[in-house]
């Protein structure tokens, strides 16, 4: 029997899932899909019920979310459309990387893949995105990013800024504000629970940024 066509539903949700695995330590729940799709926990159990009868998903209510075959293929593709999408309005049009990840959703649904590889090619053909994610090649294939979250740099060690998780924009706007983009060096001087902070160091800088802020950075070793 044929499998239905794609809809924006079946890419928003079956995306959703693939990046929540993707992020280290991660796992889609039924909560936080529908607080990313604003939408009510009852719609998205209805939708998953969906998905799985047509294929694109395993699931079992309260059990564990995966996709199948099939829609970790529409998954990983609409995933490099949105990465690719994102870099071309940051390196080609200017925007900032608080302002990119709504519009590339909008645009992720309609781009052909003529433009979509025009402007890869346009790109250079990055592997990261303006936040740091990897993005999927034409096989599906992304780059290794080792990285750790920032609470687990050593302390005194210089680290780099590898990934940003891009859910908020106001949490990037608040990095920004203090100099923090993909890139920036840094070194963690304290780790206050009682303050809900961590102190960093940046340029010969002190800084003190919340911990849920903290929880979005990912880091890695400085090379060279």
Known sequence: MPRPAVTRMVEDYVTLIWKAYEWPGGRPATTDLAEQLGVTASTVSANLKKLARDGYIDYEPYGQITLTDAGRQIAVETVRRHRILETYLVDALGLTWDQVHDEADQLEHAVSDLVLEAMNAALGHPDRDPHGDPIPDVHGHTVSVPSRRLQEASPGVEVA????????????????????????????????????????????EGIELALDAAEAIRVEPVVG
């Not at 983009?181 to 303050?195: F, K, N």
């Open 161 to 204: 800024v590898a990934r940003v998780s891009d859910r908020s924009p106001e949490l990037l706007r608040y990095l920004t504000d203090r100099g923090i983009i993909i890139g920036t060096r840094l070194t963690v001087t304290a780790i206050s629970s009682a303050a809900s902070s961590i102190a960093v160091n940046i340029d010969g």
